[in-house]
Structure formats: C-alpha cells, structure tokens
C-alpha cells in the first residue's frame, strides 16, 4: 500500500470512528449544554489525555491483559460505571438544589476538575483500551520499525483526530446551549439531562461485555 492510500484509509477511519456518538462524545456534550464552551473543551481534553494512557498502554501491551482477564475487565469496567453513576447522581442533586437558590450563586464545575473527570471517565472504560488494541495493529507495517513506536504514533493521531472533531461539536452545542443556560428553569432541566446522561453511560458500561 502505498503512503497516500495508506494514510487516506488511516484518517478516514479514525475520522469516522470519533464522529460515532460514542460514551466519551456524549460525556462531552452533556458536559457543554450544562456548563458551556470552556466545561466541554476542558472535558474533552480530559477524555482524550485519558485516551493516551490507553495508547501508551497498548504500546506496551498492557491493554492485552484487559482483552484476556475476564477478572481485569470486571474491575475497572465496575469502577467505571461507579464514577458515572456518582458524576450523575451528583448533576441531579445539584439541579434539584438549584430551585432554591439564584443561580450566580449555584455552584459550578471548573475547568479543572472537568478536565480531570473527562480523564477518569476513559481511563475507566476498559472497551476503550481493548478498541486501541484493536485497531491500531491494522495499521502497522513490519517494514516502518519498532510495533511499539508506531503504535504510540499512531495513537497519537487518532487522539488527535478526537480532539479536533470533540472541539468542532462542542462549539457547536456552545452555540445552541448559550442562550438557555441563562434561564435557571432550564439550567435546572440541562443538569437532569447531564445527570441521566452520565447514570445511562454508567448503566451501559455496567453491562459492557469484552467482545
């Protein structure tokens, strides 16, 4: 295959993949109806820092311990689904809280520490490390050296690829959500929706299976 060809099916596929409305996208958008441009550009940051350790992890072939320790899987899969479920539980609460209170005065997620959660919440979905597993080997060639250095470079640029096309949807939901976030009713309804968000992705990722 030549380097054009091989490039062209390389990028589209990553392009593709990171466009799928998959539980990282919806974090994220969920995440920038209810806090805005800079909460869902943080926590897309977030989601794909966490994705490099599984990058680096499928470079050194610890993400194979996942794909083959039912064990392994079960544990971070559970520890997962615990910390959306707590993420979710904590965005009704605080929509529940905030009919009492005016809203400049609610309380909100810093960047930081969305930032922080995005990592958490793909270092803790073990599918994530089992797809970089997947798909990155159908892209190496014998012939270009070290599996491990092009597995790392690899990863890299379909990080890069997710961060490009999370920033595009989250300015595009900043747009759409901007003007709602100023009425508290319907500030109330964005964190339900934040809070069912992310208690669903727990519930899906509860029940996620290896294959």
């Known amino acids: 295959m030549s380097d054009p060809a091989f490039w062209l099916v390389f990028f589209s596929a990553a392009l593709a993949l990171n466009l799928s409305p998959g ?23 977030g989601v794909c820092s966490g994705a490099l350790v599984h990058v680096a992890a499928a470079a050194l072939g610890i993400s194979a311990i996942l794909a083959t320790s039912a064990l392994a899987f079960a544990v971070v899969k559970y520890v997962g689904a615990a910390y959306l479920l707590y993420l979710g539980i904590q965005a009704l609460r605080s929509a529940g809280a905030g009919a009492a209170l005016d809203l400049r005065a609610a309380p909100r997620v810093s960047a930081w520490r969305a930032y922080r959660q995005g990592i958490l919440v793909d270092i803790l979905n073990p ?59 319907l500030n109330q309804w964005l964190n339900r929706f934040l809070g069912s968000v992310l208690i669903g992705l727990g519930i899906r990722l509860g029940f996620a299976e290896r294959a």
């Open 127 to 185: 599918k994530a490390a089992i797809f970089f597993m997947a798909f990155l080997p159908q892209f190496i060639r014998p012939d270009q050296g070290a599996v491990a250095v092009q597995l790392l470079f690899l990863g890299a640029l379909v990080v890069l690829v997710a961060i490009i096309v999370e920033c595009a949807m989250v300015l595009l939901a900043a747009r759409a959500s901007s003007a709602l976030r100023g009425n508290l009713r």
């Open 23 to 45: 539980p990282d996208l919806l974090f994220i958008l969920s995440r920038t109806l209810s806090g805005g441009r800079r909460i869902g550009i943080a926590s897309a940051c």
